[in-house]
C-alpha cells in the first residue's frame, strides 16, 4: 500500500546528492529478506546460498538470510528469482501504533540518507487484520519525519513515482520488521522490456519456471506462444551468464554507504562473465513463435535489447511467426516451456470464438500435435486454468503450484512419449487438485 499527501504531489524532480560514509556498514552484516513470486522460495534460497547469503531460510513469499554489504548488492545484480531485497533495520514486538511509531523513529535513520532525499513508506501485512492499515501507514511515515525533525528541524519530502528511499514496514502477528529497501524498481524488471504485450509474464518468474523444468544450454528449447519473448530471453541470458540486473540502477546506490568503485567492480565482473558467454556457448538452440507477427517483432526487439542480438544473428536464438498447432521440433529431444493464452488472451490470439469453444479448438488440436510430433520431448506450461490438461489430452507427471501475480496457478511437467498419455477422467482430475 502505498500513500499520497500533499508533498507528495509537489515534490522537486531533481534529487540532492548524498554524503557516503561506509563507516557505520563496513564489515558488518545484516539481517535481509529477499521476496519472490509464491511457490519460487526454495529456488530463491538456494540462489542465494549460492550468492553468499548465511542462515537462510524460505517463507512463505521469500527468503530471509544474513548477508554483508556488499553481498547485497551482488544479489541485486544476480538474482535472477528475487523480486526486491530489503535490509532489516528493526525488528521488535509492536502491539499498537504507539508501538510502531516508537520502534521506527529509534532507527539511526541519518545513518542511511539524508533529510534532502525523497522518502516513501509501504507496509505489508504479514498475516493479521489491518482496518486502519491507511492510519499505521502514515505513522511509520511520520516517525521518519519527525526522526529528521528533531535532529536537524527538517522533514524529508515524499514521493510516491519517484523515491529515492524506500521503506518497508511489515506487521505480523507478534513482531514487526522494518525494512530499508535496497533494489528500488522490483528486480524483475531487468531494464531491457520497453514494451510489454499483452498479460506479459515477469522475468523472475519465467526465470523459476526455466529453473523447475531443468534446461540447461545443451537443451533445446521451444515456446510456441512466445509473446514478447521473455521466457526465451531470460533462458539465454541464463545460457550465457549475464547477469540479470546488469542494464539497471538499484536503490542501494542512493543510500549513504554505497561506495560506486566496488560496485562497479562487481559490474564489470558481470560485463566479462556476460562477453565471454556470448562468445563460448554456441551449441544453443532456442525457438519462439507466435501467431501474431506485431509479438514475434517485439520478441526480437527485446532479445536487442537484452544484449543478445548475437544469439538472433547466427540463429542460436530464433523467433517466428506461426501457428501453435504447426510447429514443428528443433530436434530430436528438447523442452517446451511455455505461459500459454487463457481466457483475454486467447481474444489477443485471433481466435474470436467462444472462450470455452477456443480452449478445444486450439488446445485439442496442439495436444494432438505434441503427441504426434513431439515423442521423446517433456512439455512445461504454466496455467490459472486446471482444466487446459484435459483440453489437451496429457496428464502430467509433476505440477508446481505458483503464483502469477495474484493467479493461483500450476506449472505443470507433460513427458511426451507416443500413447502413453491419457487424459485423467474428471473425478480423478478434481480430487488432484482438492
Known sequence: MSYDTESSRNTPKKTLSVKRSDQHIRDQEFAAFASCPRGLEALLLAELEGLDAKSGKAVGGGVEFRADWLTLQKMNLWSALAGRIYLRVAHEACNDDEQLYRLVKKVQWQQWFSDKQLLRVDLNNLGVE???????????????????????????????????????????????????????????????RQEKGNAPLKENLAAGMVNIAQWNADI???????????????????????????????????????????????????????????????????????????????????????????????????????????????????????????????????????????????FGEFGTLLKQKFTGWKFNCLTADLDLRHALGLSPKRKTPLFNGGLDCRFFEFPLARGSYRPRSENTGDAAEA
Open 130 to 192: 489491518l482496518p486502519n492499515a491507511r492510519f499505521l501507514q502514515l505513522r511509520v511515515k511520520d516517525a521518519v519525519c519527525d526522526y529528521f525533525l528533531d535532529i536537524n528541524g527538517r522533514r524529508p519530502s515524499i514521493s510516491i513515482d519517484e523515491p529515492d528511499v524506500r521503506i518497508l514496514a511489515a506487521l505480523g502477528p507478534t513482531h514487526t520488521s522494518v525494512y530499508l529497501d535496497l533494489s528500488g524498481e522490483n528486480l524483475f524488471k531487468r531494464g531491457w
Open 220 to 362: 533445446a528449447l521451444m515456446d510456441p506462444f512466445c509473446g514478447s519473448g521473455t521466457l526465451l530471453i531470460e533462458a539465454a541470458c541464463k545460457a550465457v551468464d549475464k547477469a540479470p540486473g546488469l542494464g539497471r540502477r538499484f536503490g542501494f546506490e542512493k543510500l549513504k554507504g554505497y561506495d560506486p568503485t566496488a560496485f562497479r567492480a562487481l559490474q564489470e565482473e558481470a560485463r566479462t562473465r556476460f562477453q565471454t558467454g556470448l562468445q563460448n556457448v554456441m551449441q544453443l538452440n532456442l525457438y519462439g513463435s507466435d501467431i501474431t507477427r506485431l509479438l514475434v517483432e517485439l520478441a526480437e526487439h527485446n532479445a536487442k535489447l537484452a544484449g543478445l542480438e548475437a544469439l538472433l544473428e547466427d540463429g542460436r536464438l530464433r523467433f517466428e511467426q506461426r501457428d501453435a498447432r504447426t510447429v514443428e521440433p528443433t530436434a530430436e529431444t528438447g523442452l517446451i516451456i511455455t505461459n500459454p493464452p487463457y481466457g483475454e488472451r486467447l481474444q489477443a490470439k485471433g481466435l474470436n470464438s467462444e472462450e470455452n469453444e477456443a480452449y478445444r479448438a486450439l
